[in-house]
């Protein structure tokens, strides 16, 4: 070995380096690789059914929502029953949120007792801005989080408080809360 060329030897060398390399690169490739995430959708309708008899307030659900919306979470607890949060849940509670063609989650949620809290914590601690948007015959106020990404929009009727949010603009969530009925 003494005897052969100096580019004999580095190429040996880059040879031997290749063969070492490229199978710890496919290894690593191979373990950090993140397929892309599928998201499943809920059933809303029998929690729906279920809200919808127990509830005091009518319950918002969506309607001729574009069918790339798809829906991720649905949550009804009456009054002291265990919410998602598995702590009983303060006032009737109902949440339904989608995942939108964008991949911003927006969600809608009710609550009727303890409202102010619901609003601080739905909005993340937002602050109402002076705009308001009529969408549905509801008046939802405009309000944006304490750190600025999160955007909600909030109607009262009586004791009942709903909140639409999501980490987005308005002029989505005005077209998500502008799907939203009651039965």
Known sequence: ????????????????????????????????NDPEATVEPVDVG??????EKESPYPILRTSNLPGDWVPTRVAWAADGDTWITQNPAVGNSWQLGYLAPNGIYVAVQQRDRAVETFISDATQSGKRQSDVTELGGRTWEHWVSADGRTRSLVWRDGEMVAVVTGDTDFEQLDAFAGSLITN
């Open 1 to 32: 070995m003494a005897g052969r060329k100096p580019q004999a030897r580095a190429r040996d060398m880059v040879i031997s380096m290749a063969v070492l390399l490229v199978p710890l690169a496919l290894i690593i490739w191979l373990f950090t």
């Open 46 to 51: 029998p929690v729906l059914a279920g809200a």
